[in-house]
């Protein structure tokens, strides 16, 4: 069996539950899957449907897959201790906040602690940022740093990276930003509770509507891994059990997600991703919240290609090793110009700003660089 079918199979099984086609795996085979894994950023996820299916492996190669996903497990329990502490030193200040992606999405896998885990994100609505910044600086003793990216800020506390958004997500085009910064300040929030800590999120739809987003953009720039599809999966998967289960409180408003989609003019977008988390990552199309048809598989082999080639967050496929200098602005510009020639037409509104405004912005500043 070739390793990205095994990937396939261990996702599904780890994911939804299937059963899996093989008992054992030899060292070749498992040095691919690892490195795919890695690639992909669910090496946690494979190697916990290894474990938990008793699966035939050689020893050291066993004893590699145990110790990472401890690590994994140890790692996601620090980020969750390092959020509560947040949440709780926010709640004191009546700082108005909410957390996005890591661990509140991993909170709604079959088991939480085996994603992955990174840095944690949150968003700080802007009548609180100053005072945030000093408390930040006063109680947890960190100087938040302002990004290039002109989204967020970034500190370290207790071996975790924090970002902490004034913009939730930067648009290029000017219309797109306005419109999705009105839906952040005045959609009503969600809670998802970890370690038994009310942890404030965003709306099912809402939420849904901006980790796809996420998705996309960094799909479009320079790649992006299977974690990221995985999560948009789950999300999508925990709203259709809701409505199943007549919880409208968790289910996902599609009306309104497809009126959001539209309004940006993503919706050609979030249909292609779909085709993906139906037919790689396993996500049921019933559960997926829009009829796909036909057309919308079009683009599927060379989003694939893409996330095969580039892996998590695009740190793959590049001659350039490190990431400065003018070589590596030069490859990263063509392999974006690449990337928006292919998908173009998923959201044409959004890349006809970046490609005219943005991406020539970006190479002024690496040539003054």
């Known amino acids: 069996m070739c390793v ?32 795919i894994a890695n690639m992909q950023t669910v090496n946690g996820l494979v190697y916990s449907s290894l474990i938990n299916n008793n699966v035939k492996l050689p020893q050291q190669e066993a004893l590699v897959a145990f110790g990472s996903l401890e690590n994994t497990k140890k790692t996601n329990l620090l980020l969750n201790k390092n959020l509560i502490i947040l949440t709780e030193l926010l709640e004191k200040h009546n700082i108005k906040f909410f957390v996005v992606k890591g661990q509140t999405i991993a909170n709604s896998y079959p088991r939480p602690l085996h994603r992955v885990g990174g840095d944690i994100d949150f968003y700080c609505f802007a009548e609180d940022l100053e005072r945030l910044l000093n408390i930040l600086h006063k109680e947890l003793n960190v100087e938040p740093k302002r990004d290039e990216s002109e989204q967020h800020y970034t500190f370290l506390f207790n071996k975790t990276l924090f970002e902490l958004h004034f913009t939730l997500y930067k648009f290029a085009n000017t219309e797109n930003q ?41 799909l479009i720039e320079l790649g992006v891994g299977l ?33 959001i989609l539209t309004r940006l003019d993503f919706l050609k977008a979030f249909t292609a991703i779909g085709t993906v988390l139906v037919d790689e990552i396993g996500l049921l199309e019933t559960e997926f919240p829009y009829t796909l048809t036909k057309k919308d598989y079009k683009r599927k082999k060379y989003i694939l290609n893409v996330v095969y080639k580039r892996g998590n967050f695009g740190k793959y496929g590049r ?3 490190v990431r400065s200098g003018i070589k590596y602005y030069i490859e990263q510009t063509n392999i974006k110009l690449s990337h928006y020639y292919h998908l173009f037409n998923l959201s044409r509104k959004e890349n006809i700003a970046l490609i005219t405004k943005e991406i020539p912005k970006k190479i002024l500043q690496a040539i003054k660089r």
């Open 319 to 321: 001659t350039t090793k």
């Open 178 to 218: 306005r419109y999705f910064d009105n839906l952040i300040n005045f959609e009503p929030l969600s809670y998802t509770f970890i370690d038994n800590k009310k942890i404030p999120t965003l709306n099912p739809t809402l939420n849904l509507a901006y980790t796809f987003l996420h998705l996309f953009h960094h």
């Open 4 to 35: 990205t079918k095994l990937l396939k199979e261990l996702i599904h099984n780890e994911l939804w539950g299937e059963q899996l086609s093989f008992s054992s795996i030899d060292k070749k085979d498992f040095s691919d899957l690892q490195n």
């Open 227 to 259: 974690r990221q599809f995985c999560d948009v999966a789950i999300l999508c998967h925990i709203a259709a059990m809701a409505e199943q289960e007549g919880d409208r409180k968790n289910c996902i408003d599609k009306v309104k997600l497809i009126e």
